[in-house]
């Protein structure tokens, strides 16, 4: 059989690697961003361009997005030109962070139109989309999982979360507000330990061989905070939606979120000190100018 058309609509950070995977791989490939930019380099590996989402719909049978907000996600999927006008989707696949509530509502719209909703968040920020080893959450009809995961494969690792819509949605935002927590109770003990005259790298090296290891010790912190590069490339903007996301769906659910609730905050403090674009690494700085020290720099790992 034949590979499936694709069609990709949101070549960001996140999607414009994912894409060149695909587009490395050999697949029928149709793209569509409002950065001509990220277009052009994809229309160099190969793809076709299309001027909007429901050109790219009608050009592909399966179309992903990787879109930066749910108002996005859903204007992209039902709003004029969008993928529910297409001739030829039968699959849209969001790999967006939108959480659960959107990908209801996107699935019920799409289904009228026989084109089958599939909740596929990503975690592994830009370095998994361009090793191609992201983990990615699927949740939609069981025949749905087994045609995609040829292609989901050449992304990463596919866990599935089960048939109903929102449950890759809802795994994605607890699995985020796990890692942006441990990232802000992560950097409160760094900088604890460079007061009382701990060497960074020492802390590092001792919590990821004890019982504090987590993916900020392991990863961001190494990476991103002491080298003082705060590039790890994931924004403070799009970590509070997710923070956000999470916790309005918690609240709704009833329940309380203390933890969550505080590291919102701090993110909401991120925000207000560097702005919106500035890496959610940053969170670090604002904990240094309140104990009036800083985390010395090394070498970048
Ligand atoms: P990004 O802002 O870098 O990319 C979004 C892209 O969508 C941009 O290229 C933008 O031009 C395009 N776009 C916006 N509106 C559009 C429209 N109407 N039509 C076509 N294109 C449009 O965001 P990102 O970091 O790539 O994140 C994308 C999604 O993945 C978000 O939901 C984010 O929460 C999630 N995510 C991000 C990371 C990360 O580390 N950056 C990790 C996991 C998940």
Redesign the pocket.
């Known amino acids: 059989m034949s590979n499936p058309s694709i069609g990709f609509?949101?070549?960001?950070?996140?999607?414009e690697p994912m894409a060149t995977r695909l587009a490395q791989a050999g697949y029928d490939l149709t793209v569509?961003?409002?950065?001509e930019a990220?277009v052009e380099r994809l229309v160099a590996l190969g793809a076709k361009r299309a001027s909007d989402?429901t050109a790219v719909a009608s050009q592909a049978e399966i179309v992903f997005a990787?879109?930066?907000?749910p108002d996005?996600v859903q204007?992209?999927a039902l709003g004029d030109q969008g993928v529910a006008s297409g001739s030829k989707v039968r699959v849209f696949v969001d790999?967006?962070?939108?959480g659960p509530r959107t990908a209801k509502l996107v699935a019920e719209a799409l289904a009228r139109n026989d084109i089958i909703a599939v909740d596929c968040?990503?975690?592994g920020?830009?370095a998994g989309a361009q090793k191609g080893t992201l983990a990615l959450m699927v949740s939609c009809p069981t025949p749905t999982h087994d045609e995609l995961l040829p292609i989901l494969n050449h992304l990463g690792k596919v866990i599935f979360c089960g048939e109903a819509p929102g449950l890759g949605q809802t795994m994605k935002l607890v699995n985020n507000l796990v890692s942006v927590t441990a990232l802000a109770v992560s950097s409160e003990a760094l900088v604890m330990g460079v007061k009382a005259g701990l060497d960074p790298q020492i802390m590092l090296d001792v919590f990821n061989a004890g019982s504090g290891r987590n993916s900020a010790t392991a990863d961001k912190l190494p990476r991103a905070v002491l080298p003082r590069t705060f590039d790890f490339?994931?924004s403070t903007a799009?970590s509070l939606?997710?923070t956000r996301l999470c916790l309005d769906e918690a609240e709704a659910m009833g329940v309380p979120m203390p933890v969550g609730s505080a590291v919102r905050q701090v993110l909401n403090m991120t925000r207000a000190a560097f702005g919106d674009n500035a890496d959610f690494t940053r969170m670090v700085c604002l904990i240094e100018q309140w104990a009036g020290v800083e985390v010395p720099t090394t070498a970048k790992k």
């Open positions: 609509i949101g070549l960001g950070t996140m999607g569509s961003d409002l950065n990220a989402p990787s879109l930066p907000t996005v204007k992209v790999l967006s962070t939108t968040p990503v975690s920020g830009a490339g994931f799009l939606k997710d």
